[in-house]
Nanobody, 125 residues
Protein backbone atom coordinates (compact mmCIF):
# COMPACT_ATOMS: atom_id res chain seq x y z
CA UNK A 1 0.00 0.00 0.00
CA UNK A 2 1.22 3.50 -0.86
CA UNK A 3 -0.07 6.73 0.61
CA UNK A 4 0.48 10.00 -1.22
CA UNK A 5 0.22 13.42 0.43
CA UNK A 6 0.40 16.62 -1.61
CA UNK A 7 1.39 20.02 -0.25
CA UNK A 8 2.47 23.43 -1.48
CA UNK A 9 -0.73 24.72 -3.01
CA UNK A 10 -2.05 28.21 -2.37
CA UNK A 11 -3.14 31.52 -3.84
CA UNK A 12 -0.79 33.27 -6.25
CA UNK A 13 -1.07 36.10 -8.74
CA UNK A 14 -0.84 35.48 -12.46
CA UNK A 15 2.78 35.24 -13.50
CA UNK A 16 3.82 33.88 -10.14
CA UNK A 17 5.26 30.54 -9.10
CA UNK A 18 4.48 27.66 -6.77
CA UNK A 19 6.21 24.40 -5.95
CA UNK A 20 4.06 21.40 -5.17
CA UNK A 21 5.35 18.37 -3.31
CA UNK A 22 3.98 14.85 -3.07
CA UNK A 23 5.35 12.73 -0.25
CA UNK A 24 4.90 8.98 -0.50
CA UNK A 25 4.95 6.27 2.12
CA UNK A 26 6.20 2.79 1.35
CA UNK A 27 9.51 1.30 0.35
CA UNK A 28 8.52 0.67 -3.27
CA UNK A 29 8.00 4.33 -4.22
CA UNK A 30 11.19 4.35 -6.27
CA UNK A 31 9.74 1.62 -8.52
CA UNK A 32 6.68 3.62 -9.62
CA UNK A 33 6.16 6.05 -12.42
CA UNK A 34 4.52 9.16 -10.99
CA UNK A 35 2.25 11.80 -12.44
CA UNK A 36 0.49 15.02 -11.62
CA UNK A 37 -3.12 15.63 -12.62
CA UNK A 38 -5.41 18.57 -12.00
CA UNK A 39 -9.13 19.12 -11.82
CA UNK A 40 -10.85 22.47 -12.20
CA UNK A 41 -14.44 22.99 -11.02
CA UNK A 42 -16.90 21.41 -13.42
CA UNK A 43 -14.17 19.78 -15.49
CA UNK A 44 -12.69 16.33 -15.77
CA UNK A 45 -9.40 15.48 -14.15
CA UNK A 46 -6.63 16.09 -16.67
CA UNK A 47 -3.06 14.96 -17.03
CA UNK A 48 -0.35 17.53 -16.29
CA UNK A 49 3.04 15.79 -16.09
CA UNK A 50 4.69 12.41 -15.58
CA UNK A 51 8.09 11.09 -14.64
CA UNK A 52 9.53 7.60 -14.82
CA UNK A 53 10.66 5.63 -11.77
CA UNK A 54 14.27 6.64 -12.45
CA UNK A 55 13.50 10.34 -12.85
CA UNK A 56 14.40 10.51 -16.51
CA UNK A 57 12.49 12.13 -19.38
CA UNK A 58 9.65 14.02 -17.70
CA UNK A 59 6.61 14.27 -19.97
CA UNK A 60 4.23 17.23 -20.01
CA UNK A 61 0.83 18.22 -21.27
CA UNK A 62 1.05 20.84 -24.00
CA UNK A 63 -0.77 23.34 -21.80
CA UNK A 64 2.08 23.42 -19.24
CA UNK A 65 5.13 22.60 -21.36
CA UNK A 66 7.86 25.18 -20.83
CA UNK A 67 6.27 26.50 -17.62
CA UNK A 68 6.10 23.45 -15.33
CA UNK A 69 8.93 21.14 -14.31
CA UNK A 70 8.45 17.77 -12.66
CA UNK A 71 11.19 16.06 -10.68
CA UNK A 72 11.60 13.40 -8.03
CA UNK A 73 13.91 12.50 -5.17
CA UNK A 74 13.67 8.79 -4.50
CA UNK A 75 15.81 9.11 -1.37
CA UNK A 76 13.10 11.36 0.08
CA UNK A 77 10.15 9.46 -1.45
CA UNK A 78 8.96 12.75 -2.94
CA UNK A 79 7.98 14.13 -6.31
CA UNK A 80 7.77 17.81 -7.10
CA UNK A 81 6.02 20.08 -9.56
CA UNK A 82 7.64 23.46 -10.06
CA UNK A 83 5.08 25.78 -11.62
CA UNK A 84 6.16 29.08 -13.17
CA UNK A 85 4.39 31.77 -15.19
CA UNK A 86 1.11 30.68 -13.68
CA UNK A 87 -2.13 31.62 -15.40
CA UNK A 88 -5.71 31.81 -14.09
CA UNK A 89 -6.45 28.74 -16.25
CA UNK A 90 -4.04 26.78 -14.04
CA UNK A 91 -6.47 27.12 -11.13
CA UNK A 92 -7.44 23.61 -10.01
CA UNK A 93 -6.96 20.95 -7.39
CA UNK A 94 -3.67 19.22 -8.15
CA UNK A 95 -3.25 15.50 -7.48
CA UNK A 96 -0.26 13.23 -7.60
CA UNK A 97 -0.72 9.63 -8.66
CA UNK A 98 1.36 6.46 -8.83
CA UNK A 99 1.31 3.90 -11.61
CA UNK A 100 2.61 0.53 -10.39
CA UNK A 101 2.97 -1.04 -13.84
CA UNK A 102 3.31 1.20 -16.87
CA UNK A 103 0.23 0.65 -18.98
CA UNK A 104 1.35 2.38 -22.14
CA UNK A 105 -0.12 5.78 -21.34
CA UNK A 106 0.17 8.40 -18.63
CA UNK A 107 -2.97 10.27 -19.63
CA UNK A 108 -5.77 8.12 -18.27
CA UNK A 109 -6.78 8.20 -14.63
CA UNK A 110 -7.81 4.54 -14.68
CA UNK A 111 -4.19 3.53 -15.26
CA UNK A 112 -3.16 4.72 -11.80
CA UNK A 113 -3.16 2.68 -8.64
CA UNK A 114 -2.72 5.30 -5.92
CA UNK A 115 -3.86 8.92 -5.56
CA UNK A 116 -3.26 11.70 -3.12
CA UNK A 117 -6.00 13.84 -1.62
CA UNK A 118 -5.10 16.90 -3.69
CA UNK A 119 -3.90 20.44 -3.02
CA UNK A 120 -5.68 23.59 -4.20
CA UNK A 121 -3.89 26.00 -6.53
CA UNK A 122 -5.63 29.31 -7.21
CA UNK A 123 -4.19 31.83 -9.65
CA UNK A 124 -5.72 35.30 -9.56
CA UNK A 125 -5.72 37.63 -12.55
Amino acid sequence: QVQLVESGGGLVQAGGSLRLSCAASGRTFSMYDMSWFRQAPGKEREFVAAITWSGGNPYYADSVKGRFTMSRDNAKNTVYLEMNSLKPDDTAVYYCAAQVHYSGSYHYTENYDYWGQGTQVTVSS
